[in-house]
């Protein structure tokens, strides 16, 4: 089992910029990826981004160019840095770690981008 702890998210004006972090504990194994899924009121929960131990990333097609994931495997702490945000990001946003044999989702974190 592995725990996560999300960090940051909070209320921004549109153009705006907010970075939210996932810490993650317990048995880490080597090769594994951790991201970002969302979900808004009245929507289906999608990925937002990901970046595995190699560090090979992915990004939704509406958050490219804005959203910018990272990672410190020395801390097991994933990054995502979100800036030019808009009104339809407006989420929750949940981290979720995964590896051979782990899949797991932190609480969430309200992220609100004001028009």
């Known amino acids: 089992q592995v725990h996560l702890v999300e960090s940051g998210g909070g209320l921004v004006q549109a153009g705006g910029s907010l970075r939210v972090s996932c810490a993650a504990s317990?048995?880490?194994?080597?090769?594994?990826?951790m991201g970002w899924e969302r979900q808004a009121p009245g929507k289906q929960r999608e990925l937002v981004a990901q970046v595995r131990s190699s560090g090979r990333t992915d990004y939704a097609d509406s958050v490219k160019g804005r959203f910018t994931i990272s990672r410190d495997n020395a801390k097991n702490t994933t990054y995502l840095q979100m800036n030019s945000l808009k009104p339809e990001d407006t989420a929750v946003y949940y981290c979720k770690y995964s590896d051979y044999r782990n899949l797991n989702w932190g609480q969430g974190t309200q992220v609100t981008v004001s028009s």
């Open positions: 317990g048995i880490i194994f080597r090769i594994n990826t």
